[in-house]
């Protein structure tokens, strides 16, 4: 079993900048895949950020340019920092990672951006 405990969400003036942070913990596990998610209001979950493998990222067109994911040494540790925020990037935000053939979730950390 792994549990991921998202930090560092709160509200933010369009503009600004957050650093979401997602620590896992558990034994005996090995991670192969890190991503974070997110939910707004009346819309579906959507991949924003993933890193794998060989430290391989992709991200979703609307944050291009604009949110970087990394990683600590250990993979046991995955961060979103989010630059030039926009009211559209309003949502929570979920870090899930695969490890040993399963996915697991946050609890997600809620994202506010004022415009």
């Known amino acids: 079993q792994v549990q991921l405990v998202e930090s560092g969400g709160g509200l933010v003036q369009a503009g600004g900048s957050l650093r979401l942070s997602c620590a896992a913990s558990?034994?005996?596990?090995?991670?192969?895949?890190m991503d974070w998610y997110r939910q707004a209001p009346g819309k579906e979950r959507e991949l924003v950020a993933s890193m794998a493998g060989g430290d391989a990222t992709v991200y979703a067109d609307s944050v291009k340019g604009r949110f970087t994911i990394s990683r600590d040494n250990a993979k046991t540790k995955v961060f979103l920092q989010m630059n030039s925020l926009k009211p559209e990037d309003t949502a929570v935000y979920y870090c899930?990672?695969?490890?040993?053939?399963?996915?697991?979730w946050g609890q997600g950390t809620q994202v506010t951006v004022s415009s």
């Open positions: 558990g034994s005996g596990f090995s991670i192969y895949r």
């Open positions: 899930a990672v695969v490890a040993d053939f399963r996915r697991y």
